[in-house]
């Protein structure tokens, strides 16, 4: 097992060294849309990341960074800070709550299965946007420890320690990464929030890959989504070149000399961006 380490981009170190501290001269908005679509992959998770944890970014600065955008790459990533900075709010303004919440789906994963760790750990299916968790894990992240304590191979033993806490608390979480061990400082939010703001979480199957917001969260969130995608959709388009038709056009009914059939030369196809995902209208879509 690898050497312990702080997890990279806690908000107090990675702000300043990976995005400029908020949105405001052009410079900065064109800094942060440059690594947004960085030629390497981890640059541009590395500049997602960072907005994401950044409390600071207002409704107001997605908007001037989202207007100011070009690419699809861009409009993506942005979507994906924009919700969970909405919702992240918006379950902020619910009532307190005495208990816990990280925002994850996760499962057991026994420790038979481990053996080259020696003990049971916690597998994330998904994270929860506008949730602490969403920020700072992955999926695919094995959950080995909470503030240094392993835990007992039980079904609820992470949400039970979880739960124990309080919002507002900060936790560390030992989480094993692409054979890597990281620490990661997770503030959690409240056990009630997430259960108003995502009520079928729990319910739904193991092949989900998002829940689905309730209302009025959803609903919130589809109006800034079309607020944003109007001022740029996050697709691209593909000219695809058609042949042109026949001396007999389409028709196997025609005859020479009658006039072929007009086809457009080219049309143009929307794609994804695939290495970020298509952000579906109520949340539910891929994870970025």
Known sequence: MSTTCLYAFALSAAVGTVLPAAPGAPSQTQ????????????????????LLTLRTLADNDLVALYTAAETP?????????????????????????????????????DAKRLPHLGQPAFHVDYTLP??????????????????????????????????????????????????KTIVVPVRLAG?????????????????????????????????????????????KTLPIKLAGPSRLGNNPSQRAGDKPDQ?????????????VGQEAPDGSGSPK
């Open 73 to 109: 790459e861009q409009r993506h990533r942005l979507l994906t800070s924009a919700r969970h900075h909405l919702l992240r709010r918006l379950h902020g303004q619910d009532a307190a709550s005495h208990r816990g919440s990280l925002g994850i789906r996760h499962k057991l994963v």
């Open 263 to 275: 086809l457009p030369s080219t049309v143009r196809i929307p794609v994804a961006v695939t290495n």
């Open 130 to 179: 506008g949730f602490p968790a969403h920020e700072v894990l992955l999926r695919g992240d094995l959950i080995l420890a909470l503030d240094g304590r392993r835990f007992e191979q039980h079904i609820e033993a992470l949400s039970n320690r979880v739960i124990s806490k309080t919002p507002g608390q900060t936790i560390r979480l030992t989480v094993l990464r692409a054979g």
């Open 191 to 235: 056990r009630e929030a997430l259960e108003r703001m995502y009520p079928k979480a729990r319910q739904q199957g193991q092949t989900a890959t998002q829940p689905v917001l309730a209302e009025p969260y959803r609903r919130q969130w589809i109006q800034l989504r079309e607020k944003l995608v109007a001022l740029g959709p996050p697709v």
């Open 31 to 50: 800094d942060i849309l440059d690594r947004l679509d960085a030629a390497d992959y981890e640059h541009r998770q590395a500049a997602t990341v960072a």
